[in-house]
T-cell receptor, first 111, second 113 residues
Framework: SQELEQSPQSLIVQEGKNLTINCTSS?????LYWYKQKYGEGLIFLMM?????EEKSHEKITAKLDEKKQQSSLHITASQPSHAGIYLC???????????FGKGTKLTVNP | KAGVTQTPRYLIKTRGQQVTLSCSPI?????VSWYQQTPGQGLQFLFE???????NKGNFPGRFSGRQFSNSRSEMNVSTLELGDSALYLC????????????FGSGTRLTVV
């Protein structure tokens, strides 16, 4: 079965700093999703990547899917306290309507 | 448009009891999937329904069951609750995962005492 490994597990940065979160898959990624979660709440959809080499941006967040389609990165530019939360990557199980998730990266942004 | 609605938001049950959680998907979405989130195991897939049929099931015991109604609303049931069933239960709906992704509800926090 597919497994996703996220790194780092947690990250503490000063406001204004850039940061990167990685998601590595044990198998080829057919669809990679990034979500953000505030503690104890639901997941907020950030971006979906499907093609190798694809890159998407939304405000100060950029996500890429590498060309071999086994790794994705999420980059935040000039971080703000509002970026704090848990970032989760999820991958399509391959032909089924379910997602496999990484364990998440907890981001803290200090003002 | 309204998002995915899960009820109730919080629930406290005693070991051995059973519980039913509800999920109303976004209007027009016919796929509903359920996930369990715990600090130790993270997010784990429970099952997925499409047009009232279960299409996929995760690796959970038979105490966990679900169903979907003709209006796409879904319920999940956990019988003979155990302490380890304490978790945040999330449901997600999708129109087409390939183009729209999955929209999650705010979850139901279940505490078993």
């Amino acid at each position: 079965s597919q497994e996703l490994e996220q790194s780092p597990q947690s990250l503490i940065v000063q406001e204004g700093k850039n940061l990167t979160i990685n998601c590595t898959s044990s198998k080829t990624l057919y669809g990679l999703y990034w979500y953000k979660q505030k503690y104890g709440e639901g997941l907020i959809f950030l971006m979906m990547l499907q093609k190798g080499g694809e890159e998407k941006s939304h405000e100060k967040i950029t996500a890429k899917l590498d060309e071999k389609k086994q790794q994705s990165s999420l980059h935040i530019t000039a971080s703000q306290p509002s970026h704090a939360g848990i970032y989760l990557c999820g991958a399509d199980g391959g032909g089924s309507e379910k997602l496999v998730f990484g364990k998440g990266t907890k981001l803290t942004v200090n003002p | 448009k309204a998002g995915v609605t899960q009820t109730p938001r919080y629930l406290i049950k005693t070991r051995g009891q059973q519980v039913t959680l509800s999920c109303s998907p976004i209007s027009g979405h016919r796929s509903v999937s359920w996930y369990q989130q715990t600090p130790g195991q993270g997010l784990q897939f429970l099952f997925e329904y499409f047009s009232e049929t279960q299409r996929n099931k995760g690796n959970f015991p038979g105490r966990f069951s679900g169903r979907q109604f003709s209006n796409s609303r879904s319920e999940m049931n956990v019988s003979t609750l155990e302490l380890g069933d304490s978790a945040l239960y999330l449901c997600a709906s999708s129109l087409s995962a390939a183009t729209n992704g999955y929209t999650f509800g705010s979850g139901t926090r279940l505490t078993v005492v």
